[in-house]
C-alpha cells in the first residue's frame, strides 16, 4: 500500500504561483508513474499532469502547458507541482496518484484516472482574480 499526503495548496492571487508537495509513504515512489488530477466545483475530474517512473518523462494537459512542472525527488519520496502564472480557472481540489509499473511500464505517463492505483486526499488551490 501507498499513502499520499498533498500540502501546499492555499489561496493566491491571478498570476501567481504555488508549489504543491505529494509525500508518500509505505513504498517507496520510485518504481510508480506520478500524475496530479484536479477537480473544480460541478466538474469532472481533469488530468494536469504526470511523470513516468524513470526517465523523466512529462505528459501535460493542454490547460497547463507552459504553466506548471512536474517533478520528483526519489529520495524524498516526493513529488512536487510548481505552479506558475495561476489563474482563476485553476482553482480546484488537487490530488495526487500513484500508478504500478505492473502492466504499464516503466515509462507511463497516462492521463486516465482509473489507471491510478493509489490516491491522495487532496489540498485546495483558489485563485482570486
Known amino acids: 500500500q501507498v499513502q499520499l499526503v498533498e500540502s501546499g495548496g492555499g489561496l493566491v492571487q491571478a498570476g501567481g504561483s504555488l508549489r504543491l508537495s505529494c509525500a508518500a509513504s509505505?513504498?517507496?515512489?520510485?518504481?510508480?508513474?506520478m500524475g496530479w488530477f484536479r477537480q473544480a466545483p460541478g466538474k469532472e475530474r481533469e488530468f494536469v499532469v504526470a511523470i513516468s517512473a524513470i526517465g523523466g518523462i512529462r505528459t501535460y494537459g493542454d490547460s497547463v502547458k507552459g504553466r506548471f512542472t512536474i517533478s520528483r525527488d526519489n529520495a524524498k519520496n516526493t513529488v512536487y507541482l510548481q505552479m506558475n502564472s495561476l489563474k482563476p480557472e485553476d482553482t480546484a481540489v488537487y490530488y495526487c496518484a500513484a500508478a504500478a509499473p505492473a502492466g504499464r511500464g516503466y515509462y507511463y505517463t497516462g492521463s486516465e484516472g482509473r489507471d491510478y492505483d493509489y490516491w491522495g486526499q487532496g489540498t485546495q488551490v483558489t485563485v482570486s482574480s
Open positions: 509505505g513504498r517507496t515512489l520510485s518504481n510508480y508513474a
